[in-house]
């Protein structure tokens, strides 16, 4: 069965300071990846994705994300976050054959202080 | 409409009874999914719909939970003698296509509570 692993539950930064979300996941074949992003009183909204090619994916808002393949990782980054980009941030993958279904991690809480 | 639509928003119930989500995927999507989030917890996959296929119920909790949905269009969520830990958010979402190909579109929620 597929797992999903984000190891930060909060973590909060100062404006302007780097950010790095990590994602690990467990299955045993080939996969698509997603990260999605919740605002405040928002819906989720997909973020980036990767589903094969260049293992660096850019994103909206300045993010980006690099599959591992070797560390079955999917870490989210972004340079310089700002105030607004605080929020919950889900990563997910599903199965390239097989079940259709998104499995989540737990979610990231960032909150950036002004 | 221009995105997923969900309703109702909020709903508060007792235990035991009965209660209907509803939920409106985008013109045309012909993938449509529910989740549950747990207070504190991630996305949990309910059930799949794909056009006329059979649907993947293989997250459904309990047999207290049943979905239907005809054709591509709307689907409801029925959680029959609700119990306490049935309180959540209840999302769906939408698709062109099955799979990864196309991302999946989500609704607001319902946020359900069981008193």
């Known amino acids: 069965a597929q797992s999903v692993s984000q190891h930060n539950h909060h973590v909060i930064l100062s404006e302007a300071a780097s950010l790095e979300l990590g994602c690990n996941y467990s299955y045993g074949g080939t996969v698509n990846l997603f990260w999605y992003v919740q605002y405040p009183g928002q819906h989720l909204q997909l973020l980036l994705k990767?589903?094969?090619?260049?293992?660096l994916v850019k994103g909206i808002k300045g993010f980006e994300a690099e599959f591992i393949k070797s560390k079955f990782s999917f870490n989210l980054r972004k340079p310089s976050v700002q105030w607004s980009d605080t929020a919950e941030y889900f990563c997910?993958?599903?199965?390239?054959?097989?079940?259709?279904?998104?499995?989540f991690g737990q979610g990231t809480r960032l909150t950036i202080n002004p | 409409g221009a995105g997923v639509s969900q309703s109702p928003s909020n709903k508060v119930t007792e235990k035991g009874k009965d209660v209907e989500l509803r939920c409106d995927p985008i013109?045309?999507?012909?993938?449509l999914y529910w989740y549950r989030q747990r207070l504190g917890q991630g996305l949990e996959f309910l059930i799949y719909f794909q056009g006329n296929s059979a649907p993947d119920k293989s997250g459904l909790p309990s047999d207290r939970f049943s979905a239907e949905r005809t054709g591509e269009s709307v689907s409801t969520l029925t959680i029959q003698r609700t119990q306490q830990e049935d309180s959540a958010v209840y999302l769906c979402?939408?698709?062109?296509?099955?799979?990864?190909?196309?991302?999946?579109?989500f609704g607001d929620g319902t946020r359900l509570s069981i008193l």
């Open positions: 997910a993958v599903n199965a390239v054959k097989g079940a259709q279904k998104l499995v």
């Open positions: 013109s045309g999507h012909t993938a």
């Open positions: 979402a939408s698709s062109w296509t099955p799979g990864g190909i196309q991302p999946q579109h």
């Open positions: 990767y589903f094969s090619g260049d293992p």
